[in-house]
């Protein structure tokens, strides 16, 4: 296997800016990314579900990988998720990202056909084999309506070097992080999920990293380098004062219209579009929206971003 750069901290899964008539945002897209780079993301993550990855062609793929690899030009780590329904796309994916330039991958399990054990475990070694990028399992129940069993995810990091992460998103995730890091010895390395819903729990819990949506960054970041400087209360404080916020990024169908929101009202996006099956922002959640907003100062709306 490549050496490989570890992971750890944040890593915002990167939204694709839409024109108003549902084309890729090109000066939006490279705007948002020079965005998470100046709030110090330790990664970017692309084609996650708050990417809308379920909604864009294969071309639409590898002209947003080519840009984002283009202008993180190395000083963070990409990773790309790389899920499918079946193990032939899972691998034609994945060794696509590893061509592209990623640095490690997402993967979540098949969600069409609700896989066994067995055939969980045969899905992520196929893709293990296929490439020599370290491995992030994704589970991600509430998404994909399939959960990753913690014995078959100790068993995959036992048999393959470089299936290293999972992203725990399967609820309570604070009790599978500590379920998964004991029954794996360590040799899985843990990241949060669910928009960073319960990101201070988890980092307690031995946490090493998060992916949340990517309107708030610099939140994430001083919530983990007030934890890793031994400033727990502080930590905890920060991460409480912007529940509200992140609560608002995980309601059902409006999710990907609130991060976005929020990105538009700081003229970091042009458009707050959102591709089918999302709904498109409401009224009434815009406007429960802008009173947490005022109440908090988020740089995605209080400064320029330099591209």
């Known amino acids: 296997m490549t050496s ?11 939204a694709t800016p839409f024109t108003d008539d549902y ?31 379920y909604a864009l062609t294969e071309e639409e793929r590898e002209n947003i990988s080519k840009i984002v690899i283009e202008e993180v030009k190395g000083k963070v ?17 994945s060794q696509r990202a590893e061509k592209a330039g990623a640095d490690a991958l997402m993967v979540l399990p098949p969600y069409m056909v609700k896989p066994d054990s067995r055939r969980m475990y045969e899905y992520f070694a196929e893709i293990a084999v296929s490439v020599s990028l370290p491995i ?17 995810m100790a068993q995959l990091a036992e048999d393959y070097e470089n299936i290293q992460y999972v992203k725990v998103e399967a609820p309570p995730t604070t009790m599978k992080i500590s379920e998964v890091l004991k029954k794996t010895d360590g040799r899985l390395k843990v990241f949060g999920g669910l928009n960073g819903m319960y990101l201070f729990e988890e980092i307690r819990r031995g946490a090493v990293g998060t992916m949340p949506a990517c309107e708030f960054p610099e939140v994430c970041v001083s919530i983990f380098d007030l934890f890793k ?34 990105l538009k009202d700081g003229g970091i996006i042009a458009s707050s ?9 409401d009224a009434s959640i815009k406007e429960e929206l802008d009173l947490i907003t005022k109440e908090i100062n988020l740089l995605a709306l209080n400064g320029e971003v330099s591209i």
């Open 77 to 93: 780590p990409v990773v790309f998720g790389t899920g499918a329904t079946g193990i032939p796309q899972a691998v034609q994916l």
């Open 136 to 152: 992030m399992m994704q589970d991600a129940p509430i998404a994909s309506g399939v959960s990753i069993p913690v014995e078959v």
């Open 23 to 53: 084309k890729i945002d090109v000066p939006s897209l490279r705007k948002l990314i020079h965005f998470q780079l100046e709030a110090k993301v330790d990664g970017i993550s692309i084609f996650g579900n708050a990417s809308e990855m």
């Open 273 to 281: 579009a959102v591709r089918n099956p999302n709904v498109p922002m």
């Open 4 to 14: 490989a750069r570890e992971l750890e901290g944040v890593f915002p899964i990167l």
């Open 229 to 262: 400087a031994g400033k727990e209360e502080e930590a905890k404080r920060h991460f409480y004062k912007h529940l509200p916020l992140i609560r608002m990024g995980t309601i059902a169908k409006y999710a990907m219209s609130v991060h976005k929101q929020i």
